[in-house]
C-alpha cells in the first residue's frame, strides 16, 4: 500500500498514482479510468472525475468536489468543496472554483479569478483576470 501526502494537513495518506497520467489519488477519492490526472495533478478528500474528465498541471481537485463530463482542470487551477465542473468546461490558470459552485457548458474559468458560493457559471462565459463570482 502507498501513502502520499497532499499537503492538506491529513498527512500521509494511502493513495494511489492513477494508470492514465500517473497523478496521484487518495484512495478516498473516486477517478474512472477513463480519466487523465497527469503526473503532478493531484485528486484528494472525496473528490469524483469521472467521465472523460482531465486534470492536469498542478491542479487540485479536492474535498467533495466532482469533475465530469469533458471538463478540463489544468494549469495551478483548484476545484473543492461541494464545487463541480461539467459539460465541455475549463477551468485554469490560478483559478479557484469552490463552495457549491458550478461550472458548466462550455463556460471557463482562469487567470485568477475566483468562482465560489452558489454561483453558477455556464453557456459560454467567462470569468477572468481577479473576478469574484460568488
Known amino acids: 500500500m502507498m501513502k502520499f501526502d497532499f499537503n492538506d494537513g491529513m ?17 478516498t477519492a473516486r477517478v474512472d479510468d477513463t480519466c487523465f490526472i497527469g503526473s503532478d ?7 469524483r472525475v469521472s467521465g472523460n474528465a482531465q486534470v492536469s498541471g498542478n491542479a487540485q481537485v479536492f474535498g467533495d468536489a466532482r469533475v ?10 483548484q476545484v473543492s468543496g461541494n464545487a463541480q465542473v461539467f459539460g ?3 477551468v485554469s490558470g490560478n483559478a479557484q472554483v469552490s463552495g457549491n459552485a458550478w461550472v458548466s457548458g462550455n463556460a471557463q474559468v482562469f487567470g485568477d479569478a475566483w468562482v465560489s ?17 460568488a
Open 117 to 133: 458560493g452558489n454561483a453558477q457559471v455556464f453557456g459560454n462565459a467567462r470569468v477572468s483576470d481577479e473576478s469574484v463570482v
Open 41 to 47: 495533478a493531484r485528486v484528494f478528500g472525496n473528490a
Open 68 to 77: 465530469f463530463g469533458n471538463a478540463l482542470v489544468f494549469g495551478d487551477a
Open 11 to 27: 498527512g500521509l495518506v494511502d493513495a494511489h498514482q492513477h494508470s492514465n497520467g500517473g497523478g496521484w489519488v487518495a484512495d
Open 88 to 90: 465541455d468546461a475549463r
